[in-house]
């Protein structure tokens, strides 16, 4: 009898593009839906990439693959198979999951690209009786089931889980960019320019319309490209990249950042393979601790938590808004308008968007996620940004990271604190204070950084809240101490939605 899981054709999405979802052999199935880009205004960086790398596939799997392009995805599985079964591994937003179950043709198998089975985390979450999903716990979960950086005993290598305290030093006084290696960068090849040629042509009819800048392609696109990308990082930029991890320089977007979570989220890659990796430079001598220590908990840790708390929340967390925020995003920002905006920090995060749509974690944090905290953006809105602007942006990332850690719109579901913070902290991890045109310590005043006064804003109007977290009680304390608050309420206010 023939195994039906052999003959059924395999459909594949655009972030399931690795060897690691079909098997070596048997038909292929990829749509290429136009409604995708149509329904949703993307960055264009995030458009070229994505259809490079599909078409880059398709041209690999050769005579495997029958590649259609349709108008919607139900549209082109029609085309590509008519009535026939296929097989698909689970997608990776609800919506992509709703369409593959509504069609009866269609079975839906275990997920890939993730370490953790959903059953795991269930059994994990079920059995914490109430308690809060801690990363931190589960992050240790991840790492004895993997057995990655354990040694022989079970206990973590080097005597701690988390090294992240040696991970916080601010940039090198003086420094425009960090003494670390070039990050790998790929070559364009004529799939790139047809990819460009046909967004060109769809922009000049009007059927799409993106954000930002395209070009040249920085992230890679291939599986032969991905693991060029890994194997750079660790051998030339892994050693550099714990003691900087949360630091920021105008002048390098890059520091001393991997670049593979774009990769890893289009499935070029698996972490399993990154982490494992990054453990072997780490036992033989070529890597410290730290760094590998804390590229770890990014991929075994955070990556895993966030992919499972997507699924295991559910659809009710998309929409939730325990901090009652409803400001709409101005036009300079959702548009990416660096050029209307004089506060440093900001408006060169906001270039590197439109230039590259990336940022490494901390401006996404710290200042964009920060500044839209602040401001009170709808959660919702700032969401729908992040996913649209970021190359590595997918519906899947963005609902926990923006909705539960940089909005703190559930309330402290995923995150014990709002990320919010003033100029001081701006200026002891980055280098853009010293030219701006405001001063980080100053409330008020021309000169007044619009961070510091939106931070102690922020404050009043949350204190209550602020107050009965031990983690940030001192702030909410702090409140009684400024005896410039009035003033400093007014100044803020009287900036409103204007570019700072």
């Given amino acids: 009898m023939t195994d039906r899981r052999e003959t059924v054709a395999e459909w594949v999405f655009g972030d399931q593009l690795g060897p690691h979802f079909v098997g070596a052999d048997g038909p292929v199935v990829m749509v290429e839906a136009a409604s995708v880009l149509r329904r949703r205004r993307f960055h264009r960086a995030k458009a070229h990439l994505v259809l490079s790398a599909m078409r880059h596939r398709a041209a690999e799997l050769g005579d495997r693959v029958r590649y259609v392009r349709a108008d919607t995805y139900r549209e082109g599985l029609r085309r590509a198979v008519g009535s026939a079964p296929v097989a698909v591994r689970h997608p990776t937003s609800r919506a992509a999951l709703a369409l593959v179950r509504s069609l009866p043709q269609v079975e839906v198998r275990e997920p890939r690209g993730f370490l953790v089975p959903f059953a795991d985390f269930r059994r994990w979450a079920g059995g914490r009786g109430g308690r809060r999903l801690l990363l931190e716990d589960f992050y240790h979960r991840v790492r004895r089931a993997e057995h990655l950086l354990l040694e022989p005993d079970g206990e973590p290598v080097g005597g701690r889980w988390n090294l992240d305290h040696d991970n916080r030093e601010p940039p090198p006084r003086g420094a425009r960019k960090l003494p670390v290696p070039e990050p790998w960068w790929p070559e364009e090849d004529e799939i790139d320019q047809q990819v460009r040629a046909d967004l060109d042509r769809w922009e000049r009819t009007g059927e799409v319309r993106f954000l930002g800048r395209d070009g040249p392609r920085r992230f890679a696109a291939t599986r032969t490209e991905a693991l060029a990308a890994l194997e750079h990082f660790v051998t030339a930029r892994l050693p550099h990249f714990g003691r900087w991890e949360d630091a920021m320089l105008h ?35 070529a890597a410290p601790l730290n760094a590998v220590e804390g590229f770890v908990r990014q991929v075994a840790g955070w990556r895993e938590y966030v992919w499972q708390l997507y699924w295991h929340l559910g659809e009710p967390h998309r929409h939730r808004n325990a901090l009652r925020h409803h400001a709409p995003l101005p036009d300079w920002f959702a548009e990416l308008d660096a050029d209307a905006v004089e506060a440093r920090c900001l408006s060169r995060t906001l270039a590197q968007v439109r230039d590259t749509g990336w940022v490494h974690h901390i401006p996404r944090l710290m200042v964009l996620g920060n500044w839209a905290l ?127």
């Fill in 374 to 500: 602040q401001r009170g953006y709808h959660p919702a809105a700032v969401t729908d940004w992040f996913h649209r602007a970021f190359v590595d942006g997918y519906d899947w990332v963005m609902v926990p990271n923006v909705v539960g850690m940089s909005q703190y719109a559930d309330g402290g579901t995923v995150t014990t604190k709002p990320y919010a913070a003033g100029g001081a902290y701006l200026h002891r991890m980055g280098d853009f204070c010293g030219l701006c045109r405001y001063r980080p310590t100053a409330r008020t005043g021309e000169d007044a950084c619009p961070f510091t006064t939106g931070y102690w804003a922020f404050v009043h109007r949350h204190r209550d809240l602020l107050a009965a977290n031990h983690r940030t009680a001192r702030a909410a304390a702090g409140l009684g101490r400024l005896g410039d608050l009035a003033e400093v309420l007014a100044l803020d206010a009287g900036r409103g939605a204007d570019p700072p």
């Fill in 251 to 285: 002048d390098d977007p890059w520091m001393a950042h991997s670049l593979l979570s774009v990769p890893l989220n289009l499935g070029l890659l698996d972490p399993g393979e990154c982490v494992r990796r990054a453990e072997r430079a780490h036992r033989e001598g």
